[in-house]
């Protein structure tokens, strides 16, 4: 099975402050990595796919970047409405897996 | 509206056995894999199983095999889970959720508001 380390577990910014979150895959994906958003008490939401390829009505301070193996996700200008648990998960094969979360509160 | 609700979840003995239900609307169910996601209580995503559009193929968690069986029926559009011999450990929010392809792996873009299930004594 292919492991998904994220980094951190969970980090505390500012409002309009640059975030970032990491994800190494334990072996090559490519791009078939996604990011999801799990609001807290909802369902997730994806985000991003394909690594970079932003979904539909998602804003444009989300980003993501990265192949093979390490993979960021950014959120340029953090808005209250972000607090939320965010999620990588690789689709290279099943099973499907996921990172272990970042939680992203508010300072 | 396009979404997913799922049903049947509730409150097992270990060992017991339940049938989580997700009824599926306002997209072309048998265009699309669909996989179970769970979350136990405040820990991350964990993904179950998943069945191709025609229910030709089928895979499990290594920590579900052998005890879950996923299957849908493209007629009533819907997707369902056969939980047997319970454990402690299989306590969470179970989701469905639609892959974006006919089959295999990749982006689960819709997603059920899940159902819980608690196996306890």
């Known amino acids: 099975d292919i492991q998904m380390t994220q980094s951190p577990s969970s980090l505390s910014a500012s409002v309009g402050d640059r975030v970032t979150i990491t994800c190494q895959a334990s072996?090559?994906?490519?791009?078939?990595l996604n990011w999801y958003q799990q609001r807290p008490g909802k369902a997730p939401n994806l985000l991003i796919c394909d690594a970079s390829d932003l979904e539909t009505g998602v804003p444009s301070r989300f980003s993501g970047n990265g192949s093979g193996t390490d993979f960021t996700f950014t959120i340029s200008s953090l808005q209250p409405e972000d607090v939320a648990t965010y999620y990588c998960?690789?689709?290279?094969?099943?099973?499907?897996?996921f990172g272990g979360g970042t939680k992203v509160e508010i300072k | 509206e396009v979404q997913l609700v799922e049903s049947g979840g509730g409150l097992v003995q270990p060992g017991g056995s339940l049938r989580l239900s997700c009824a599926a609307s306002?997209?072309?169910?048998?265009?699309?894999?669909m996989h179970w996601v769970r979350q136990a209580p405040g820990k991350g995503l964990e993904w179950v199983s998943g069945i191709s559009w025609n229910s030709g193929i089928t895979a499990y968690a290594d920590s579900v095999k052998g005890r879950f069986t996923i299957s849908r029926d493209n007629a009533k559009n819907c997707l369902y889970l056969q939980m047997n011999s319970l454990r402690a450990e299989d306590t969470a929010l179970y989701y469905c959720?639609?892959?974006?392809?006919?089959?295999?792996?990749?982006?689960?873009?819709?997603w059920g508001q899940g159902t819980l299930v608690t196996v306890s004594p």
């Open positions: 072996q090559d994906i490519t791009n078939y």
């Open positions: 998960q690789q689709y290279d094969s099943l099973p499907l897996t």
């Open positions: 959720a639609k892959l974006t392809v006919a089959a295999g792996s990749g982006p689960l873009d819709l």
């Open positions: 306002a997209f072309t169910f048998d265009d699309y894999a």
